[in-house]
């Protein structure tokens, strides 16, 4: 099997395993799972999958020779997600974003996914202990597989990241003893400093923000009015959305009206704010190997500790209002 990715190009898989998997009805679901949201709505350009992000976790893992068990954790991560991805979180009131998480064994283990394990003699079970791989999702901002692909394939899908750089970061990282690091603070800091700038443009920005409390609201009337039902949510965004687009539910009309092309939000006080919430603060700062000691990118590069510090706060709780339409 040969898949063309965007950001690492013609990748060849040769595992019978993987390939069964990828081409598994869970995993096939999430090329129909919106990784933005409800951004794309209103900037189209926000247009990666969670197939694609899925299969590059995948595919740092494999590059970087972990496990078989490992490699499969990264592509079977996001298998519980749900439709509009993490917008459930703002319907849901999860705060940390982990709502689809606690779903992950129960939308495995009720699939055709054990049964491909087993006939390749794979212990799911051993998979399913996510915790066990801490290369996959460590916490915010240490570098993960998880965490390292959806900073580079949504920074190079906005245009701030070329092709060249992604090259250059994965190349320049190295892996010991369990910990990826760099020995280059330059390629360190071009990666911690594009994570934020994404943070910025993407996942904190007020436009992303309005929209994803637009679909939120949205939600949460349909389910109160059973509309949808929370399985529901573990379909597709094509089945819910089609569910909302034909409800006459006025309220539920009115919000989803407003996900159009060009309708940006911006950043306003709390007091003139239509929506007011949390968010999260995503980025990475890695690890680099200087005078053999790891220190992190941000202790090595000067004001680049205050900046973080000032990325976070502006990014946790944020007032939007949604602009008028333009003429």
Same mark, same amino acid.
């Given at each position: 099997? !040969?898949?063309?990715?965007?950001?690492?190009? #013609?990748?060849? !898989?040769?595992?019978?395993?993987?390939?069964?998997?990828?081409?598994?009805?869970?995993?096939?679901? $999430?090329?129909?799972?919106?990784?933005?949201?409800?951004?794309?709505?209103?900037?189209?350009?926000?247009?990666?999958?969670?197939?694609?992000?899925?299969?590059?976790?995948?595919?740092?893992?494999?590059?970087?020779?972990?496990?078989?068990?490992?490699?499969?954790?990264?592509?079977?991560?996001?298998?519980?997600?749900?439709?509009?991805?993490?917008?459930?979180?703002?319907?849901?009131?999860?705060?940390?974003?982990?709502?689809?998480?606690?779903? $992950?064994?129960?939308?495995?283990?009720?699939?055709?996914?054990?049964?491909?394990?087993?006939?390749?003699?794979?212990?799911?079970? #051993?998979?399913?202990? #996510?915790?066990?791989?801490?290369?996959?999702?460590?916490?915010?901002?240490?570098?993960?597989?998880?965490?390292?692909?959806?900073?580079?394939?949504?920074?190079?899908?906005?245009?701030?990241?070329?092709?060249?750089?992604?090259?250059?970061?994965? @190349?320049?990282?190295?892996?010991?003893?369990?910990?990826?690091?760099?020995?280059?603070?330059?390629?360190?800091?071009?990666?911690?400093?594009?994570? !934020?700038?994404?943070?910025?443009?993407?996942? @904190?920005? @007020?436009?992303?923000? /309005?929209?994803?409390?637009?679909?939120?609201?949205?939600?949460?009337?349909?389910?109160?009015?059973?509309?949808?039902?929370?399985?529901?949510?573990?379909?597709?965004?094509? @089945?819910?959305?089609?569910?909302?687009?034909?409800?006459?539910?006025?309220? !539920?009309?009115?919000?989803?009206?407003?996900?159009?092309?060009?309708?940006?939000?911006?950043?306003?006080?709390?007091?003139?704010?239509?929506?007011? /919430?949390?968010?999260?603060?995503?980025?990475?700062?890695?690890?680099?190997?200087?005078?053999?000691?790891?220190?992190?990118?941000?202790?090595?590069?000067? /004001?680049?500790?205050?900046?973080?510090?000032?990325?976070?706060?502006?990014?946790?709780?944020?007032?939007?209002?949604?602009?008028?339409?333009?003429?």
């Amino acid at each position: 099997m !040969i898949i063309t990715d965007r950001i690492y190009g #013609k990748v060849e !898989i040769t595992d019978p395993l993987i390939i069964e998997l990828l081409e598994s009805a869970p995993m096939q679901r $999430l090329k129909e799972i919106s990784q933005d949201g409800a951004t794309h709505f209103i900037q189209p350009i926000w247009n990666a999958d969670r197939f694609e992000h899925s299969f590059g976790a995948w595919y740092l893992s494999k590059r970087f020779n972990r496990p078989l068990e490992e490699q499969v954790a990264c592509l079977l991560h996001d298998v519980p997600h749900t439709a509009f991805s993490h917008v459930v979180d703002f319907v849901m009131n999860d705060h940390n974003q982990e709502f689809h998480d606690r779903f $992950l064994k129960q939308v495995v283990l009720g699939s055709d996914i054990p049964a491909i394990c087993e006939k390749h003699g794979l212990d799911i079970h #051993k998979v399913l202990q #996510k915790e066990d791989y801490y290369l996959l999702d460590n916490r915010t901002p240490e570098l993960s597989f998880d965490r390292w692909d959806y900073f580079m394939r949504d920074a190079y899908m906005i245009g701030i990241l070329p092709l060249e750089s992604v090259e250059l970061i994965i @190349a320049s990282a190295k892996l010991d003893d369990g910990q990826l690091y760099f020995q280059d603070v330059g390629v360190a800091g071009q990666l911690c400093a594009t994570s !934020i700038m994404v943070c910025q443009l993407g996942y @904190a920005c @007020a436009t992303t923000h /309005g929209s994803w409390f637009l679909l939120a609201e949205a939600l949460k009337i349909a389910l109160k009015e059973k509309i949808i039902i929370e399985e529901d949510l573990f379909t597709t965004d094509r @089945a819910v959305w089609d569910k909302l687009k034909h409800t006459k539910n006025k309220a !539920i009309n009115t919000y989803i009206s407003r996900l159009q092309p060009g309708r940006e939000f911006i950043r306003v006080s709390e007091e003139d704010a239509e929506f007011y /919430g949390r968010n999260k603060a995503r980025y990475i700062d890695p690890l680099v190997m200087q005078d053999g000691k790891l220190h992190q990118t941000s202790q090595l590069v000067v /004001g680049l500790a205050q900046y973080i510090d000032d990325f976070k706060r502006k990014s946790q709780y944020i007032g939007v209002r949604q602009q008028e339409p333009r003429p």
